[in-house]
């Protein structure tokens, strides 16, 4: 009877977000609002409807941070001119609940435009999610800065997300990301929604030394349609050392110039991960490379 109380809350929550628009604006979206915010997703094309435990997942989907066992930190960064990537994300359970924080910078070269102050975008996001049993729901409050040319804007919008996780075997996610738009209707940033679902499952135990995971995720945007993207990572850690690769393929729309196909790998010593990932472009500009760390104490 609980999980079935669960399962409507999740359905009438997503079914109520659905049926909510984007304001409209003037200006166009911020970058910063969609780029991956781990870099373990970057490698596998920005899935994390479904990935789970770490805080990265603040970005993506609130729910993920329910399997979280203590604290989980993630930091990232991206150099390549002329813009530079960095985030950071914090979870941290208590109890039943989960606190997750995340902050995300997108600045350009200081050397573009002499004497002046560099453009740039800045996230920040705050999450608090509920678990009982198997099933998690989580909302985030999203807020971002953005200067161009010498003009300050600013939004304001939110996220509700979902999870079903079976202990480290499998899970799935659904997230809406930007429900209602913006909320600050003096501000022309437009934030189209976002929706995703995913299904990640674990062919392994993840605790012994062999890793074989595979991700699949549906999304629908604005103006994208509906994007499939497949997922898979493997490898082996022995005595909590190891390496995991990690690639995937998404469908794009056509004339798109985003790559069908990222990778990515991890090079695991005890609790902490060292992430790599590669695309030939992400949305930022030309060919990308994203490094990145995470930990689980």
Do not use: C
């Given at each position: 009877m609980r999980v079935r109380r669960g399962l409507l809350v999740v359905i009438v929550l997503l079914?109520?977000?659905a049926?909510?628009?984007a304001g409209s604006a003037q200006s166009t979206p911020p970058v910063v609002g969609?780029?991956?915010?781990?870099?373990?997703?970057?490698?596998l094309q920005g899935a994390g409807a479904a990935?789970?435990?770490d805080a990265g997942a603040v970005f993506s989907n609130p729910a993920g941070l329910a399997t979280i066992r203590h604290v989980s930190l993630e930091g990232t960064w991206r150099r390549e001119r002329p813009l530079g990537l960095a985030t950071g994300a914090l979870g941290w359970r208590l109890g039943q609940f989960d606190v997750g924080l995340g902050l995300q910078y997108l600045g350009t070269d200081p050397t573009a435009v002499p004497g002046a102050r560099p453009p740039y975008e800045a996230l920040g996001v705050g999450s608090l999610v509920y678990r009982f049993g198997m099933i998690a729901l989580g909302g985030s409050v999203r807020h971002v800065r953005r200067t161009t040319a010498g003009t300050f804007e600013r939004a304001t919008s939110g996220d509700l997300?979902?999870?079903?996780?079976?202990?480290?075997?499998?899970?799935?996610?659904?997230?809406?990301?930007?429900v209602g738009g913006n909320?600050?209707?003096?501000?022309?940033?437009p934030l189209p929604r976002r929706t995703r679902a995913g299904f990640t499952m674990n062919y392994v135990d993840p605790l012994e030394s062999f890793r074989l995971l595979s991700t699949i995720e549906m999304s629908w945007e604005p103006g994208a349609g509906s994007r499939l993207t497949l997922g898979a990572e493997g490898g082996v850690v022995l005595r909590g050392v190891g390496v995991v690769v990690r690639s995937a393929y998404?469908?794009?729309?056509a004339g798109s110039p985003d790559p069908t196909v990222t990778f990515g790998g991890t090079v695991a010593i005890a609790e902490l991960q060292?992430?790599?990932?590669y695309a030939a472009s992400d949305g930022l500009g030309d060919t990308a490379h994203r490094i990145g760390a995470r930990m689980k104490l």
């Open positions: 079914g109520l977000s049926g909510v628009t969609f780029a991956p915010g781990s870099v373990r997703g970057a490698g990935l789970v435990g997300g979902a999870a079903i996780a079976v202990f480290d075997i499998m899970a799935l996610g659904v997230s809406v990301q930007h909320w600050e209707k003096a501000s022309n940033i998404r469908s794009r729309p060292l992430d790599y990932a």
